[in-house]
């Protein structure tokens, strides 16, 4: 499965944006789906990760109440709504499918990436 990670862009503090990731083929149902990001100089780092069925989401603490994941698998689609954005979100954003039907933090879980979509908040 290749996945095409868009909708990254400049936006200023507080601000919003919506990524897509989308699938070459039809997503399997049976894989979680996650968002990572690169922060510049940093590690990449677990942002979000939704179950196959879409009914199990988890956030990093930092993102939480800001950001949701959701998925269309009918559309091979997973999508990071971001909200109240600040300048510590700017980093490089990745989806990526697990192996496995409910998502972790552990990025040797996952067998495809995204090239990546950046986001830079100004403050």
């Known amino acids: 499965v290749q996945l095409q990670a868009s909708g990254g862009g400049l936006v200023q503090a507080g601000g919003s944006l919506r990524l897509s990731c989308a699938a070459s083929?039809?997503?399997?149902?049976?894989?979680?789906m996650t968002w990572f990001r690169r922060p510049p100089g940093k590690e990449r780092e677990f942002v979000a990760t939704i179950s196959w069925r879409g009914d199990s989401t988890h956030y990093t603490d930092s993102v939480k109440g800001r950001f949701t994941i959701s998925r269309d698998n009918a559309k091979s689609m997973v999508y990071l709504q971001m909200v109240s954005l600040k300048p510590e979100d700017t980093a490089v954003y990745y989806c990526a499918q697990s192996r496995f039907s409910y998502g972790s933090r552990r990025q040797t879980d996952y067998g495809s990436w995204g090239q990546g979509t950046l986001v830079t908040v100004s403050s």
């Open positions: 083929r039809r997503t399997s149902s049976n894989n979680a």
